[in-house]
């Protein structure tokens, strides 16, 4: 229950296109869900967040899309660059007493062609 | 640049043995996490520490241990090692007791040999 699935596990995309990574959790008290973003041999990034009384939050070319009802979420990268080659990473946490433990997805690793 | 720095960036050690990493927070931030990146386990949330008190704790093994420092400087102390415990340690850090954004350091590289 305290699972974050994240698919595909790789992914190619060409210079200019979409590129999409879904999540999907079960844990209802999840509250907070950010997405990393890292390059080889550093530590993750914060690329955005949301939390789920949204359904959706734009960043520049990154969107997340949020459905609380089929406890999935999305990250959107519009345009995508060749520097967006990178492992992207979906999170989730629950407040409150269990601290603020990210419990991560297993990594999507994607690969923008020029 | 995240802030968060950590040291040493590489370390190479052998079964049995016993090291320690460091990680000094952000400036202001009051939470320290560690997590445990590996190919096969994925990021692993370990330990989190908040104003020098444990705050939560992961699939921590016991062999792990941590503390924060009135500093707010943290270790993460890794005895015993086994071959499997080779992995990227990263340290983590926030303003609050969790639920907002993490900050994390550039990650420690273990090997054991």
């Known amino acids: 229950q305290q699972q974050v699935k994240q698919s595909p596990q790789s992914l190619i995309v060409q210079k200019g296109g979409i590129s999409i990574i879904n999540c999907a959790y079960e844990n209802t008290a999840f509250d907070y869900f950010p997405w990393y973003q890292q390059f080889p041999g550093k530590g993750p990034a914060l690329l955005i967040a949301?939390?789920?009384?949204?359904s959706e939050k734009k960043e520049g070319r990154f969107t997340i899309s949020f459905n609380k009802s089929a406890k999935q979420f999305s990250l959107h990268i519009m345009d995508s660059q060749p520097g967006d080659s990178a492992t992207y990473f979906c999170a989730a946490s629950i407040p409150g007493n269990q601290g603020g433990k990210l419990i991560f997805g297993q990594g999507t690793e994607l690969s923008v062609k020029p | 640049d995240s802030g968060v720095t950590q040291t040493p960036k590489h370390l190479i050690t052998a079964t049995g043995q016993r090291v320690t990493l460091r990680c000094s927070p952000r400036?202001?931030?009051?939470?320290v996490y560690w997590y445990q990146q590996s190919l096969d386990q994925g990021l692993q949330f370990l330990i989190q520490y908040y104003n020098g008190e444990e705050r939560a704790k992961g699939n921590i093994l016991e062999r792990f241990s941590a503390q924060q420092f009135p500093d707010l400087h943290s270790e993460l102390n890794l005895s015993s090692l086994e071959l499997g415990d080779s992995a990227l340690y990263f340290c983590a850090s926030s303003t609050g007791q969790g639920g907002e954004t993490q900050y994390f350091g550039p990650g420690t590289r273990l090997l054991v040999l």
């Open positions: 949301i939390r789920p009384d949204v």
């Open positions: 400036s202001g931030d009051l939470s």
